[in-house]
Nanobody, 121 residues
């Protein structure tokens, strides 16, 4: 059973920064971050393949950076210039296929418990 453990959420003022981290058990996967705001569907934020290929949602490009440490089996999401619209529960997810990066929620077989990010105006 794959376990994903997220950390790093919290409350920050608009324009501030937060860094989310996710530790995965088992082998190396493609990893993604998704978020879900109250009353909205879960949406793609960023993803990174096993080999470092990356993809971002248009809404976070140039503000968020995804990175990974394969030796530690961790993935991080550095979030800068945060906006109130970024407020959501952020979920780490793992795609066992791992080779290509994907924004498709259905491709991710494993999910973390989520961590709350709140951006105040």
């Amino acid at each position: 059973q794959v376990q994903l453990v997220e950390s790093g959420g919290g409350l920050v003022q608009a324009g501030g920064s937060l860094r989310l981290s996710c530790a995965a058990s088992g082998r190396t996967y493609a990893m993604g971050w998704f978020r879900q705001a109250p009353g909205k569907e879960r949406e793609f934020v960023a993803a990174i393949s096993r080999y470092g290929g990356k993809d971002y949602a248009d809404s976070v490009k140039d503000r968020f950076t995804i990175s990974r440490d394969n030796a530690k089996n961790t993935v991080s999401l550095q979030m800068n210039s945060l906006k109130p619209d970024d407020t959501a529960v952020y979920y780490c997810a793992a795609d066992p296929k791992g080779v290509v990066v994907t924004a498709k929620l259905a491709e991710y077989a494993y999910w973390g418990q989520g961590t709350q990010v709140t951006v105040s105006s």
